[in-house]
């Protein structure tokens, strides 16, 4: 079997019990963005996971300063992982493939995909045609 990324990208767990699951970091190899994932994910399961029997959510009964900390790494990740996005977004468009086929993959629409990899590169957000 190849270590090429795309064969650990999703990964099964079984229904029941607890699955494990390991991160191999060297911070000064890997792009900050996926450190900052790296870093923050399992604090993120442990806090944003948990499921009730009864529905209730356990993040209720947590103090505003703790539910805004958590919130604030939250939205890091997220930003860092949309990061990573753009950055594909923009080595797609190096390989001429069309905003309407990146569009396709992110679930987006083709002119909401150019407007943002027009703002992620600094260019002007005028319509130009695909």
Do not use: C
Not at 22 to 30: K, P, Y
Not at 113 to 130: C, K, M, Q, T
């Amino acid at each position: 079997m190849t270590k090429h990324w795309s064969n650990r990208l999703i990964r099964s767990f079984p229904p029941e019990g607890t699955s494990t699951v390991e991160i191999a970091l060297d911070a000064s190899t890997t792009r900050i963005p996926m450190v900052v994932v790296a870093s923050r994910i399992t604090g993120l399961i442990d806090a944003l996971g948990p499921v009730r029997e009864d529905g209730t959510d356990p993040l209720a009964e947590e103090d505003p300063g703790d539910l805004l900390w958590l919130l604030d790494h939250l939205n890091r990740t997220v930003d860092a992982l949309r990061s990573q996005e753009d950055r594909l977004i923009s080595l797609l468009r190096e390989k001429g493939v069309s905003y309407a086929r990146i569009a396709a993959a992110m679930e987006m629409t083709a002119p909401g995909i150019r407007r943002r990899h027009h703002r992620a590169v600094g260019l002007p957000s005028e319509d130009d045609e695909d």
